[in-house]
């Protein structure tokens, strides 16, 4: 059976990849219907937690940090995806 996932980010974890890949603003908005406005805590606690083990400050020093855009070879990037898609690496 495929399992359907929940459109919108719901956890501190996808807020974190989003920010890696060099969001400015994350929208929270199924979230918070589905959570209520209390699930902003949580998400910010995930958030600070996992800044903490990874030694962050602020968002800004690890925002981006895994964007195409900064990347020597791109294509190395779009290659991994492909594989990953075609082949059901998780």
């Known amino acids: ?10 956890t501190a ?3 974190i990849k989003q920010l ?3 969001a400015n603003a994350v929208q929270i908005t199924s979230a918070l219907y589905k959570n209520n406005i209390d699930h902003i805590s949580s998400l910010n ?17 690890f925002r981006g940090k895994l964007s195409q855009v900064k990347l020597d070879n ?17």
């Open 20 to 22: 890696l890949a060099g």
């Open 1 to 10: 059976m495929i399992s359907q996932q929940q459109p919108g980010i719901h």
């Open 13 to 15: 974890e996808a807020v």
């Open 74 to 90: 791109p294509a190395v990037l779009e290659r991994v995806q492909f594989m990953r898609l075609y082949s059901n690496i998780e």
């Open 45 to 61: 606690k995930g958030i600070e937690s996992w800044m903490s083990d990874h030694k962050f400050n602020t968002i800004d020093d």
